[in-house]
């Protein structure tokens, strides 16, 4: 089963494993990769050429998980430190194609993609409950 918002929680079984692959990186897809890979997950963020989304257009964002006041150039840093830690990366490619519903799914990068496989297979996950009741 699958849920989205900007998260997709995905399983990885080819060489390149990783544990949650965010597609977008506005501030719901960076907050998610901040949470998912401060929890331990190996989160992969999937911004395209422009990380941040809004932002980089939005200077100043409020209440941030728990900073008063602060910018977007100033938690763009904060989430790649976070995710690194935690072995994942923000990936500035495109994905080429996903092919969903099908198990596994497939994250397809265009060939010139340095920081991935061309093709990397998943299979759905159980959903992850970060905060449990």
Same mark, same amino acid.
């Given at each position: 089963?699958?849920?989205f918002? +900007?998260?997709l929680a995905l399983s990885a079984i080819s060489a390149s494993i990783i544990?949650?692959? !965010?597609i977008g990186s506005g501030c719901s897809g960076l907050s998610a990769a901040y949470v998912t890979s401060e929890f331990g997950y190996k989160t992969h963020v999937f911004s395209g050429p422009h990380k941040g989304g809004d932002l980089n257009v939005n200077t100043i964002v409020g209440n941030w998980m728990g900073i008063e006041t602060?910018?977007?150039? %100033? !938690? @763009? &840093? @904060? @989430? %790649?430190? +976070?995710?690194a830690d935690n072995e994942g990366k923000l990936c500035a490619q495109k994905l080429h194609r996903l092919t969903?519903?099908?198990a596994p799914c497939n994250l397809l990068t265009p060939k010139e993609t340095p920081t991935?496989? %061309?093709k990397? +297979?998943?299979q759905p996950a159980q959903k992850i409950n970060?905060? &449990?009741?």
């Open positions: 089963m699958f849920f918002s +900007s998260l544990d949650v692959a !965010i602060t910018t977007g150039n %100033e !938690i @763009i &840093p @904060i @989430i %790649e430190e +976070s995710v969903l519903p099908k991935l496989p %061309e990397l +297979s998943l970060l905060f &449990p009741l």
